[in-house]
């Protein structure tokens, strides 16, 4: 298993310009997240997504979209970057209640001018 | 989630057992206590968790004290490749939507 991938894993914003980030897992895991963490920073939590067609709202979801069409897939969209948005960014998946490992991808570096 | 506090950096000699606490003094009886850590800039990896009885596994052990009030992770035999951002997190185990609540963690230094 390639476990969870990010692309890219790194990338240069101009202000206003939109962008999507890709994760992907092949553990067949209904649970999905995304996570941005910014420097001497915990983790935060952006949206979330319990099974394919089934999204939520986490600590930050202002200026972020997100869709789940399947359960593989967990696109996260920024739709006008703004500085403030430059930061990591971490997807994540894990299984519905039947094991608590959550499963971290390598991340993805944005900087936005 | 009940809140964590633990201590924003320690050190330790190679070899040695790496001794990281946590304190979650609102802790609710039906929470768990995780453990994962964060090397250099790498996704967090998960190490262990428990309720209210010690834990082992490959990795680390989990020392939960008799009220549930703190708890320490400890590394037996520390290794430089140890040296990461360790948080201490604490939700209801497989509460369906419940999200992990990642704070600042320790940062340790794995000392040659």
């Known amino acids: 298993n390639a476990g969870v991938t990010q692309t890219p894993k790194f990338q240069v914003l101009k202000t206003g310009q939109s962008m999507t980030l890709q994760c992907a897992q092949d553990m067949n895991h209904e649970y999905m997240s995304w996570y941005r963490q910014d420097p001497g920073m915990g983790l935060r939590l952006i949206h979330y997504s319990v099974g394919a067609g089934i999204t939520d709202q986490g600590e930050v979801p202002n200026g972020y979209n997100v869709s789940r069409s399947t359960t593989e897939d967990f696109p996260l969209r920024l739709l006008s970057a703004a500085p403030s948005q430059t930061s990591v960014y971490f997807c994540?998946?894990?299984?519905?209640?039947?094991?608590?490992?959550?499963?971290f991808g390598p991340g993805t570096r944005l900087t936005v001018l | 989630d009940a809140k964590t506090t633990q201590p924003p950096s320690m050190d330790c000699a190679e070899g040695r057992a790496a001794n990281l606490p946590c304190n979650h003094s609102t802790i609710s009886g039906n929470e768990y206590v995780y453990w994962y850590r964060q090397i250099h800039s790498q996704g967090p990896q998960y190490i262990i968790h428990?309720?209210?009885n010690n834990e082992t596994n490959e990795m680390a052990s989990l020392i939960i004290t008799e009220d549930r009030k703190s708890s320490t992770l400890i590394l037996p035999h520390a290794t430089l490749r140890d040296t990461a951002v360790y948080y201490c997190i604490v939700r209801v185990r497989d509460n369906y939507g419940q999200n992990f609540v990642f704070g600042p963690g320790t940062r340790l230094s794995v000392l040659p």
């Open positions: 428990g309720l209210k």
């Open positions: 994540a998946s894990r299984r519905r209640g039947y094991t608590d490992t959550q499963y």
